[in-house]
């Protein structure tokens, strides 16, 4: 098979700009991220878990690390929210399984008061350098009665006044302290804690996962909760009920959709102003929480509903989301239930008896925001994650940089403050592994954290004519690159308007194409151009950045420059795949891609042209650093190049997975960096498909692969 034409014809699209990423860097430290924000001059505040310690971090606008603070107790602790002062002092709440969790002498609670999975809260205040001043507990003070379990108390949500004081919220049961609400057991709980973290006031009766507080100090919460939770509602509320439906389980357990919620309390918590349901019959999950000076609250979330309500002029009235490719080989004998998500943002009226406007925002696909950001004249900037390659606002991308339900790619928009229309779409490319956050400074510019990277974006940036970078071989954006991987470039008026196709000289691919007038440097090194056209180059990373731990690139085309800086990781492995989109045959859908493989009679493996039992196929891999020795930058591989060893995880039918050791080969007649993998297929393979996970010199291919058996 030619993978230079492979590699040059497999990711042809619809070419065009959009917006631009002016920074990454890989994320500092390990371990994961549950709250991220950015002030005014670009700082961004990182806080979570490592293997057992909840950390804060601040960063510079560059990345730089300005402080790293980690504390916590033998067990497992992690922050959920976050919280910063005009001084820059930060106040963060979560959650501790620590009996040792390290307090400061004047702490409220000093006592460790388990819920029924074995946690309680903390609340802890750092200076503006880092350092922890303020260290607490923070527990209920139900008493369980005789023969019963402990209630839940989850800490979810964080505000701060202008005097200091902190207000928490969240799920659970928590005695109302005098002048408060009554308690209703697991109703929610909202706390005030003045400066030094004592308890001013808390009330059992009603909390949430998102809380504000407008300029008179009225407390504003946001939940969901099914349609058991008896929510106070108020006379004239917007929405009265809510359905009793199913949102999700398998086919021997069904669990109830969560319902959307808001209810607005006076400044002491004593008495409810209005509370109303915000909700469709699939429910709706709140991400975001924001008040304006009219006493209106906007909020942003997720959900499942086609009966979300929704306002007449709003930039979209529709939910598009269609359920996304799942597996059809359930261990419970049946697909799960999946409800595909979109996202909305409301504006609910300061009586909340009415919407002021209401819109989703979405494609396709899974998308879900979970940021938002209101500037003084009401527009409405919003951080999430999206799936959808039709998500709005991306009318000029790329189609091979646009996300996809396999690789979701944090996005920062706009809304007008009247909900009506919508500026352009910015993609943070690059960040595609695991789950993410977006921080947003209210003026456009904006911090995305996915994976073990960030990236620092600005909405309104004048827009580079190179868009995105992917892997060459799966179309995965990236972020980093190894040396030898073969990238795609693509962007617009990058290269010829009339393509041009490397023609191998000597034994290597050369560094230009002819006269088409493209260059492509890391850190001033020519990088071999396989193919060139307007909208897409693809190219080799040299052997020669081995050891860096960045590296700029810079495509050069007449007088157009583009550069990007990629960190530099000793190989990330990867297959050719033949689309980026779960593997489908005769209705049968596995969520893992379908490889570009040959059968062993050297046909392309695929649905019409299945793989025998007993045989084998190739799969072909890029990615893979120096393996093998020392290769030379644009090599062609001949027939003495060394092979390596690897390992091939098989799971038939997805009944467990055995590890086999294969043998991984140079792909003689290509460029070095395409290897191939011999994988023998059991004879006694069951099912139609057999999943693959490999491994090369301990780094897992980042596919997982299936291949259709006959």
């Known amino acids: 098979m030619n993978f230079l034409s492979a590699v040059a014809l497999l990711l042809l699209g619809t070419l065009a700009q959009a917006g631009n990423v002016t920074a990454a860097f890989p994320l500092p430290g390990s371990g994961s991220v549950g709250a991220m924000q950015q002030d005014a001059g670009g700082n961004v505040y990182l806080a979570g878990n490592t293997a057992t310690d909840a950390f804060v971090a601040k960063l510079s606008s560059l990345g730089a690390v300005l402080f790293r603070t980690t504390f916590g107790g033998s067990q497992a602790d992690s922050v959920r929210a976050m919280a910063i002062a005009p001084d820059g002092a930060i106040s963060v709440i979560g959650y501790t399984a620590s009996l040792d969790f390290p307090l400061t002498p004047d702490a409220a609670q000093t006592q460790f008061v388990t819920n029924n999975q074995g946690f309680t809260g903390f609340f802890v205040k750092l200076d503006a350098g880092g350092k922890v001043r303020y260290s607490s507990y923070l527990n209920t003070n139900y008493s369980v009665p005789a023969g019963s379990s402990a209630p839940s108390f989850d800490p979810a949500g964080l505000t701060l006044d202008a005097a200091g004081a902190a207000y928490v919220t969240g799920g659970g049961s928590f005695v109302s302290t005098s002048g408060a609400l009554p308690m209703v057991v697991n109703g929610g709980w909202i706390m005030k804690l003045d400066a030094s973290g004592k308890i001013v006031f808390a009330t059992g009766a009603i909390g949430g996962g998102r809380i504000a507080l407008d300029r008179q100090g009225f407390i504003y919460v946001v939940g969901s909760a099914d349609h058991s939770f008896k929510l106070p509602v108020t006379p004239g509320a917007f929405q009265t009920t809510v359905a009793d439906s199913t949102c999700f389980g398998n086919p021997f357990f069904a669990f109830s959709c969560s319902h959307q919620y808001a209810v607005k309390l006076d400044p002491a918590a004593g008495k409810i102003i209005y509370a109303t349901w915000i909700s469709g019959a699939l429910g709706a999950s709140v991400a975001a ?14 959900t499942a509903s086609r009966d979300y309500p929704v306002t007449p002029g709003a930039y979209q009235t529709a939910n598009f989301a269609t359920l996304h490719p799942r597996d059809t080989t359930s261990v419970f004998g049946g697909p799960s239930l999946v409800l595909p998500v979109t996202g909305y943002v409301t504006k609910l009226n300061s009586a909340g008896a009415g919407l002021i406007f209401s819109t989703y925002l979405g494609g396709s696909s899974v998308d879900s925001i979970g940021s938002m950001a209101i500037d003084s004249a009401g527009r409405i900037y919003l951080g999430g994650i999206a799936s959808s390659p039709d998500f709005p606002g991306l009318p000029v991308v790329p189609n091979a940089c646009r996300p996809s339900y396999v690789y979701p790619v944090p996005f920062v928009t706009r809304l007008s403050a009247d909900g009506s229309s919508l500026t352009e779409t910015q993609l943070a490319f690059g960040l595609t592994s695991g789950t993410g956050l977006v921080a947003l400074d209210g003026q456009g510019k904006a911090t995305a954290q996915m994976g073990g990277a960030l990236a620092m974006l600005d909405l309104f940036a004048p827009s580079s004519p190179l868009v995105c970078a992917t892997d060459a071989a799966d179309f995965a954006p990236l972020s980093s690159v190894a040396p030898g991987q073969l990238v795609s470039l693509f962007g617009e008026g990058i290269g010829p308007d009339r393509p041009v196709q490397a023609q191998p000289k000597d034994g290597f691919i050369p560094v230009s194409l002819g006269f088409s007038g493209i260059s492509v440097t890391f850190n001033g090194v020519p990088a071999p151009i396989l193919y060139g056209s307007s909208g897409q180059v693809n190219v080799q990373v040299p052997y020669e950045v081995a050891n860096l731990d960045s590296v700029t690139m810079k495509l050069q085309f007449g007088m157009t420059t583009s550069t990007a800086v990629f960190s530099v990781v000793p190989s990330q492995p990867s297959a050719f795949v033949q689309a ?31 793989a025998p039992r007993g045989t084998f196929v190739y799969v072909f891999l890029n990615g893979l650093g120096l393996a093998g020795g020392h290769p030379v930058t644009g090599a062609i591989t001949t027939s003495d190049a060394p092979a390596i060893s690897a390992t091939a995880a098989l799971n038939p039918l997805n009944t467990g997975f055995s590890t086999e050791p294969i043998l991984v080969t140079p792909d003689v007649g290509q460029i070095n960096s395409v290897w191939q993998a011999k994988i023998a297929i059991p004879s006694t393979s ?17 596919d997982s692969l299936v291949v259709w058996l006959k």
């Open 289 to 302: 929480l924001a008040v304006d000076d009219a006493g209106n609250i906007s909020v942003a979330g997720s």
């Open 686 to 702: 069951l099912g139609s498909s057999l999943q693959l996970a490999l491994t090369v010199n301990g780094v897992a291919v980042r």
């Open 580 to 610: 980026v989109s779960y593997a489908s045959c005769n209705g049968e859908i596995r969520e893992s891609l379908l490889p570009v493989a040959v059968n062993a009679d050297g046909s392309l493996s695929d649905c019409g042209n299945r």
